[in-house]
DNA sequence: TATCTACTTTACGTTAACGTCAAGTAGATC
DNA sequence: GATCTACTTGACGTTAACGTAAAGTAGATA
């Protein structure tokens, strides 16, 4: 197994395309290393998009990944800061589970409409 | 408890515009009956428009959620069509597990990062 | 009867998230 | 050394999902 990629390869790998992937960097979101001109990812950076993709196959905007990665990157032992982190994750969590429910209910329709077949 | 609502009613009771709603009934998700010129929702038509923005919440396109109300509008009995609304039923049901998963991974995540605080 | 309020339609503007050329470069291959 | 391949950086185009006036109407109220 590689431990790094070509843009191309990272793109084939998760079902992206490189635009995209160049454009989650224009956001801010992901920041490869470069081999010249080249982007090279290492397995950190294949993590963070994966983290990019689940959010949003969730229905998460960039802007709103980008806070979730903030979370994320915030370094470690920032006393002033950790108030302020412990809420954002139970906001954030707060709405994963709403989401959760609204998608619990969903699929509680289609059984019901399965069964009416 | 009315059973009838106007646009805006219904727009303030959802937390959605009014503007939304009519853009809704433009692309074919709902259609409340009219008094002249005026729109008039009844239940059946609130329920329609919960539907669509439980749809939205978890991150589906209007397009989607079209898909889904015709899936419920679908009239009853149409053996020749039933073993195809099965089968959209359950590729439905299976993406909206795979979001479960994703937003369960998430959550996960979420519980690391605290207790690293 | 004039004004106010809540609706209507029409139409153009806006933002997010890329798609799609165009033009250039750098290394491997014929 | 020319051609091929995989990358690069612009820059403009596109789609979804509304936002935002503009201009009109119909019923209630001063």
Redesign the pocket.
Known sequence: MADTW????LANEQG?????I???ED?GLISPL?D????VYANRDRVRLKLILRG?RIGL???EIRDIINLYDTPEGEQRQTELLRKLIRERRAQLMAQQQDIAVMLHELDNLEARL
């Open positions: 070509t843009i191309t390869e992206v395309t490189a635009r995209a160049r454009f989650y956001q470069r010249g001109r080249n982007r949003k905007s960039l802007a």
